[in-house]
């Protein structure tokens, strides 16, 4: 009886995907970028009102969450060296960290919304409508981009979620990571977009 | 079979773009008190513009990564850029 070899061929292509997922990115570069443009034209328009309401927000919380946010992505990169390396302890942790550091994030922007929401200020409230024109731009574009962020935030660590159990049951592992690469670029965008987003609404003078 | 061909970035090159990048957010907010004018805004998205560099290059590989995927993701910010300018001219010359 002549003997083959097993021989199982994964058709795979991490290459391709990681492309896809570039593409992906893209689009949401391009869906901020959108919001960006109508924030610059509005802030044109309404230099003083925009001035006047970002001194509403706290730089303190902002600062904080920025620092959190490029941490956090530097973990997350770290845990691409060490899953490259075979080091599945140390890969495990790193995301550990970015899940805790996105966590902080979070609770610092509820605390940051649920701020404004005792005021009376949140889309549709009263006070919204009695605004004028350009407070009211300022503050519906402040809880739309933000809060578009903020949901990103949620996909992210969903996706880190599910890399960290698939880690645990070696389904990622030194040999085939693609999806926890995909997922840290989907996390790098995440921090890409606040670091425009903090200075632009945080940061008027 | 292992296809992926990821470059392997150590973990001192991280940290180190770390601290760059934290060095340039705390610029960011001390510039910000300090009164430029029209430069202000400027300054800031100049310090934005390079920080997200330098996010792309090194966290996400991109420095490493092949000739088609950079120019790519060049050619969005360019695409980018002229969505601005054109809608800028046309408030401009209305």
Known sequence: MSQHTAHI????????????MWLFIFTELLLFGGLFLVYSIFRMQYPVEFRECSLELSVTIGAINTVVLLFSSMTVAMSMTAIQKNDMKKALLYIGVTLFC???FLVNKYFEWSGKFHHGLYPGSELMKLLDRGHHLYFSLYF???GLHALHIIIGMTLLFVCFFKMKKQSIHSQDYVLLENSALYWHLVDLIWIFLFPLMYLIS | MANNTTHTIEYQSLSKTLLILLFLTFVTITIASVHLGAFTLAVALLIAC???FIVLSNFM???YESLLLRILVGMVFVLFALIVAITFIDYAFR
């Open chain 1, 102 to 104: 996105a966590a902080i």
């Open chain 2, 61 to 63: 590989h991109l420095k």
């Open chain 1, 144 to 146: 739309f981009m933000t």
């Open chain 2, 50 to 52: 390079v920080k997200s």
């Open chain 1, 9 to 20: 061929e994964e058709h795979r292509d991490d290459e391709a995907s990681k492309l896809g």
